[in-house]
């Protein structure tokens, strides 16, 4: 007699399993708590924003009275606010260029096998890594007017002299450059990181058939390589713009905005008159002259990017 | 031999386990919280926020203090200390969040009358203190108090006084006195030529923004009328006190001073080159921590005369007690005791914090009028009396959101800065002008 096995009873199951097995569900799930951060982190304070800009909220006066866009009027026809608009375009053009071309080249020099490259690799992500703070106190003994580790070297060097040693941030043009170098060398990991991510995903052949070709340094790595890689490095370099337009931490710690406001940038000023002044309204209407600057600057790097890709 | 087989992670598996997690994190809170407010309630607790003294002696007391006046009172009390430059933005977190310390002091300028409406009226302590311990100064009164219903929205407890503080033998040695801002350029020159300038800073921090303030009323100039209702910056006086400023600058100061923050000058005497600084006493004390010779070299007297007057201005200190406090009692009761050891205060501090109240302190004030570290021990003695010549940086007006934001934008010191890197004194004094009536404007409309 032939036993056929009882067939097996099929457990219950509940429709939540099924839900979790849809693909589309599960990636929605996953996807939210990223949402919910960023738009509490980020979009709650940017309503926020536009709500104290087109109101007259002070902390002396903290109720909410409708002024249209008078706040932003009076902040253009500030003078010291269009040399701001200017400091804050220069400093972050400035340090993304400078950070671009060291990265550039650190990357290319990190690729090629040395000893302790490994130790090299690691250690020059430590820019990226300090704090801001802490780094700016080093960076403010090397700018200092009086005990400048720089110009003490140049003097001892027989390059200058005390009486003609450099005012690094007493100098409006000098303390500009000092942020620029300063936020530089804070991105320039960055950039790095950025180039060899994309140096490394070049196909090998594509560069093995330029070499054969004839192609030597230079051509391979700006006509070939670089022209490859340039969406990658669109998006560093969009992330490294977003983030140094809206930065204040380099310009409150080492110069205050100063000497006589030659390196006030947007997101000091903001503070300045927003936080310490009480100045909530005045203050928001300022951090939100950044925007559509970087809304078109993030629009145009998109469209290139998408133009480029291959 | 048996073998540990690791189950294998499905993705079903990974979501009912994190999700027990996280409802278990979740729950915990709102299951514990019943026990731990009901425990919360019955400790009383008193928290204070400060800056971090430049006097680190006096944070020590303070929080020695403050623990013992707890224990006796049953109140646990927390003292935190945050950076100088953090004050001002720590307190608009707090009031924004309704939520932070009980008691808030605040340095410099802003504060009480910034954020009058969050803060309880401390009428009735500052009245019973005053009345306990004298008349309270002219600095004190520009401090807090609200000249329209005549409030106090903060208990006014120190200022910090600017005197000069000068390396006597090269003074001496020239045959001159830096008594007069006249004197001070003259005399300067010829110390700059032996490699002793003069070190007061143009740069963006409190100590020139109180200084440069001193020369400006010390010449006649203000940047309001007494009511503070209109600015007044653009006058004769202050073109003059501008040229002056461009003639310090460039006879008697080097270039340095346009990047100095307020710990540059005290570096600069401290280190055996400077001729002469206006600052608070820390210069002082850290020279005999760190350089004795220098440190008795140093005297100190009062801010030079000007044309007009004698005066410089002064950083005010205050506290405050949120509305949103949950201890508002116990940090009235805390100010009480605090004023009632005042002297304990100020000793711990070194006679850096000046008394608000005429007699919190009486003449002769302890270490000032003899301080056994000090050579001579009387070196110190001028200082007692710089109640009348320290103003907050609204006079001759008071101190309201719009001085406040001339201050936080050192406009005054840019104006300085302006006329002695190369900008005419009118044209300075007019760009200056322009930037206060802007803001004057700006808060009329909104104070």
Redesign the interface.
């Known amino acids: 007699m032939v036993t056929i096995a009882e067939p097996v009873r099929k457990q219950p199951v509940s429709r939540f399993?099924f839900i979790?097995d849809r693909r589309d569900v599960?990636g929605a799930l996953f996807v939210a708590p990223a949402i919910l951060y960023v738009f509490l982190l980020v979009g709650v304070p940017f309503l926020l924003a536009v709500y104290y800009s087109i109101s007259?909220y002070?902390?002396?006066?903290?109720s909410w009275r409708f002024v249209g866009l008078s706040n932003f009027e009076?902040v253009i026809?500030?003078?010291?606010f269009l040399d701001t608009l200017g400091n804050t375009f220069l400093f972050t053009f400035g340090s993304q260029l400078l950070g671009l071309i060291l990265g550039k080249f650190g990357a290319l020099l990190l690729l090629r096998p040395f000893p302790g490259r490994k130790i090299v690799r690691a250690l020059i992500i430590l820019p990226w890594a300090v704090p801001i703070a802490l780094a700016s106190v080093a960076w403010?003994w090397m700018?200092?007017?009086?005990?400048s580790v720089i110009n003490w070297t140049l003097i001892a060097l027989g390059v200058i002299d005390r009486s003609n040693a450099p005012?690094?941030?007493?100098?409006p043009h000098l303390?500009m450059l000092c942020v620029i170098v300063v936020n530089a060398w804070r991105f320039f990991p960055f950039a790095i990181v950025v180039f060899l991510a994309g140096i490394t995903s070049v196909p090998q052949d594509i560069i093995d058939a330029a070499t054969v070709d004839g192609a030597g340094f230079w051509r391979r790595n700006y006509q070939i390589i670089l022209p490859m890689i340039l969406p990658i490095v669109a998006i560093g370099l969009i992330f490294g713009i977003v983030f140094t337009f809206t930065d204040l931490s380099v310009v409150y710690l080492l110069?205050?905005?100063?000497?006589?406001?030659a390196t006030s940038v947007l997101g000091f000023e903001g503070?300045?008159?927003g936080?310490?002044?009480?100045?909530v309204s005045?203050g928001a209407a300022i951090s939100l002259f950044m925007l559509p600057v970087l809304f078109l600057v993030v629009i145009g790097m998109l469209r290139f990017i998408r133009r480029r890709e291959i | 031999m048996r073998t540990r087989k690791l189950a294998r992670v499905t993705r079903r598996r990974f979501l009912k386990q994190t999700g027990f997690t996280l409802i278990a994190a979740g729950t915990a809170p709102l299951i514990s919280a019943p026990f731990v407010s009901r425990a919360l309630a019955d400790a009383k607790t008193l928290s204070i926020v400060q800056w971090s003294h430049f006097v680190p002696a006096y944070d020590k007391w303070f929080d020695k203090f403050a623990r013992d006046w707890g224990e006796k009172n049953q109140i646990g009390v927390t003292v935190d200390h945050i950076p100088v430059q953090d004050v001002a933005a720590r307190a608009a977190a707090e009031a924004s969040a309704q939520a932070g310390h009980d008691l808030f002091g605040w340095n410099g300028a802003g504060g009480a009358h910034l954020y009058r409406k969050f803060l309880v009226d401390v009428t009735s302590l500052v009245e019973s203190v005053e009345q306990k311990y004298g008349k309270i100064t002219v600095i004190g009164r520009q401090i807090g108090y609200n000249q329209d219903d005549h409030s106090w929205s903060a208990f006014p407890d120190y200022y910090i006084n600017f005197p000069v503080m000068y390396r006597k033998s090269l003074w001496d040695g020239i045959g001159m006195q830096p008594d007069s801002w006249d004197n001070i350029r003259i005399g300067g020159a010829k110390l700059k030529a032996k490699g002793n300038p003069v070190g007061i800073s143009l740069g963006h921090s409190n100590d020139p923004n109180t200084t440069w303030r001193g020369l400006l009323w010390s010449y006649g100039g203000a940047v309001q009328d007494e009511a503070g209702k209109h600015v007044v910056l653009n006058s004769k006086e202050s073109v003059e006190a501008v040229k002056f400023v461009a003639a310090l600058y460039k006879e008697a100061m080097t270039p340095d001073v346009l990047s100095w923050s307020d710990a540059s000058n005290n570096q600069y005497i401290d280190s055996g080159v400077s001729s002469l600084i206006i600052n608070p006493i820390s210069a002082y004390r850290t020279a005999q921590q760190l350089n004795k010779k220098v440190a008795d070299d140093i005297f100190v007297m009062k801010p030079p005369k000007g044309p007009v007057r004698q005066i410089m201005g002064a950083a005010a200190e205050f506290y405050g007690i949120w509305k949103f406090a949950k201890n508002q009692d116990a940090a009235k009761d805390f100010l009480k005791y605090y004023a009632d050891n005042w002297v304990e205060a100020f000793k711990a501090s070194s006679g850096y914090n000046m008394p608000i109240f005429a007699n919190i302190v009486p003449k002769p004030m302890p270490l000032l009028s003899d301080d056994p570290t000090s050579t001579p021990h009387d070196k110190l003695a001028v200082l007692q009396t710089s109640d009348e010549w320290s103003a907050a940086p609204g006079y001759p007006g008071p101190s309201w959101p719009a001085t406040d934001e001339v201050y936080n934008d050192f406009i005054i010191c840019d104006m300085m800065a302006k006329g002695a890197t190369g900008v005419s004194a009118e044209d300075s004094v007019k760009w200056a002008t322009q930037q206060c009536e802007a803001i004057f404007k700006k808060w009329q409309h909104r104070a």
């Open positions: 399993r979790l599960l007259a002070t902390i002396y006066d903290p009076q026809q500030n003078p010291v403010e700018f200092d007017s009086l005990y005012n690094w941030l007493g100098n303390a110069t205050n905005g100063g000497p006589v406001n503070f300045q008159v936080i310490v002044s009480g100045d005045h």
